[in-house]
């Protein structure tokens, strides 16, 4: 799975963002305060809206490793290079795994 670049969403990010907007939520609702109950609530939901983008984003990328892996694991064993069809079915794998983790 490739590093987050500062443009694409993270799931690490997107959760602190919900958790404070939760906490701010929270204490907007305690101490009465209708304003900043709604931003609490406004980052919550934008938390929220980024996570699901950042699912999204493995998801597609553990569908595109495990094509590639697919491929080159089906390349390898038609030339019968054993290490192309090795490095193949662990880039499936990793693909695999990436589609299950953001589901």
């Known amino acids: 799975m490739s590093e987050p670049s500062k443009t694409e969403p993270s799931k690490a990010d997107a959760s602190l963002k ?10 907007g609702k305690t101490v009465g305060n209708e304003k900043m109950e709604a931003e609490g609530r406004e980052k919550k939901i ?11 984003a493995g998801k597609a990328e553990g569908v ?4 590639s ?21 662990a880039t499936e794998l990793k693909g695999q795994a990436e ?4 589901q």
């Open 18 to 27: 919900y958790y404070e907007g939760a906490a701010k939520e929270t204490l």
């Open 46 to 56: 934008e938390g929220q809206e980024e996570y699901d983008a950042a699912k999204m």
């Open 64 to 67: 595109k490793d495990e094509s």
């Open 69 to 89: 892996g697919e491929v080159k694991k089906t390349s390898g064993d038609t030339l019968g290079d054993t290490k192309m069809k090795a490095e193949g079915k």
């Open 99 to 102: 589609r299950k983790i953001n």
